[in-house]
């Protein structure tokens, strides 16, 4: 059972910086895909960026340039660096991993098995 734990919201201001963790169990594969998703109060949960098990990553329009997503496979962690935030980033985030997805599924909700609990992020003008 993979079991995933994210950490590194809170409250910041327009412009602000944060950086989110997710630490995976052993059971989460440096392999997998792992991507962050963020759902806003009364909106759907949407993808904002996905690195695959080589490597490669994947942003939504609206977060390139100002995220990034890594990972430390030794730490079995994956980070998510938000730099420039605005108020309209501000949602609750999560973490997802799968095994090998699609390029083109990468940044869907229904690609992911494994999810972990969120963590809060609000921008405040």
């Known amino acids: 059972q993979v079991q995933l734990v994210e950490s590194g919201g809170g409250s910041v201001q327009a412009g602000g910086s944060l950086r989110l963790s997710c630490a995976a169990s052993?059971?989460?594969?440096?392999?997998?895909?792992k991507t962050w998703f963020r759902q806003a109060p009364g909106k759907e949960r949407e993808g904002v960026a996905a690195?695959?098990?080589?490597?490669?990553?994947r942003y939504a329009d609206s977060v390139k340039g100002r995220f990034t997503i890594s990972k430390d496979n030794a730490k079995n962690t994956l980070y998510l660096q938000m730099n420039s935030l605005k108020p309209e980033d501000t949602a609750m985030y999560y973490c997802?991993?799968?095994?090998?997805?699609?390029?083109?599924?990468?940044?869907?909700?229904?690609?992911?098995?494994?999810w972990g609990q969120g963590t809060q992020v609000t921008v405040s003008l």
């Open positions: 690195i695959t098990g080589d490597g490669r990553t």
């Open positions: 997802a991993a799968g095994g090998t997805i699609a390029w083109w599924s990468l940044l869907r909700t229904s690609s992911y098995r494994y």
């Open positions: 052993k059971y989460a594969y440096s392999s997998d895909s």
